[in-house]
């Protein structure tokens, strides 16, 4: 069946500019999480969400990054006026309703390159 | 708080040896899950392996296995009979389940193994 899906693979933007990815998870998820990971380092968590639960946002680095999530399905990532050191692979991952044994399927991210 | 230890920032294998990598948690929540992942060059996530903490037995997949020690608080992946596309980033994850309320997943730091032929 279909895996978690990020779009685009790769993007480069100028700093400054904004930027928007993309996550559309496996169908029936009810639990999405946003991680990013620089280069050899580990999992950053970012945003949380789950089913109509308030998002947990608590690993948002700055009020530049938000993310949303319609419909309880697709999320958007959007990073405002981004800096060069917002250049990372952004991963999303997926999990059924959220049980504490689910384990997260990932996406194959998003590398996103500032310059 | 739950934290997820893993001290080995590196290891070395002999192809066909088996090796452990080490992974140390805290959490006081009273029941909780264990996740193994491996993340090769090529970037992707991989699961591995699950431990629940009322499993009666450690969790087995293959050539993975996990040595589980609850009053230890450790959750030790075996990987058995090396083989050189094994080289990869392992992460060791938790999530916790509390009074009605999953946690989110909290990850450690990894360890990078290398496969030498």
């Known amino acids: 069946g279909a895996g978690v899906s990020q779009s685009p693979s790769n993007k480069v933007t100028e700093k400054g500019k904004d930027v928007e990815l993309r996550c559309d998870p496996i169908s029936g998820h009810t639990a999405l999480y946003w991680y990013r990971q620089s280069l050899g380092q580990g999992l950053e968590f970012l945003i949380y969400f789950q089913g109509n639960s308030a998002p947990d946002k608590s690993g948002l680095p700055s009020d530049r990054f938000s993310a949303e999530r319609t419909g309880g399905s697709v999320s958007t990532l959007t990073i405002q006026r981004t800096q060069q050191e917002d250049s990372a692979v952004y991963l999303c991952?997926?999990?059924?309703?959220?049980?504490?044994?689910?384990?997260?399927?990932f996406g194959n991210g998003t590398r996103l390159t500032v310059t | 708080a739950q934290k997820i230890t893993q001290t080995q920032p590196g290891m070395f294998v002999q192809e066909k040896e088996a090796v452990t990598l080490d992974c140390t948690y805290d959490t006081s929540d009273p029941s909780y899950g264990l996740f193994w992942y491996k993340q090769p060059s090529s970037g992707e996530m991989i699961f591995l392996i699950y431990?629940?903490?009322?499993d009666q037995q450690n969790a087995t997949e293959g050539r993975y296995s996990l040595n589980f020690q609850k009053a230890r608080k450790s959750a030790n992946l075996v990987i058995s009979a090396s083989q050189l596309g094994d080289s990869a980033m392992y992460f060791c994850?938790?999530?916790?389940?509390?009074?009605?309320?999953?946690?989110?997943?909290?990850w450690g730091l990894g360890t990078s193994l290398a496969v030498n032929p």
């Open positions: 991952a997926s999990s059924p309703p959220d049980g504490y044994n689910s384990p997260l399927h």
């Open positions: 431990q629940g903490s009322y």
């Open positions: 994850a938790m999530r916790g389940y509390n009074a009605g309320n999953n946690r989110k997943l909290i």
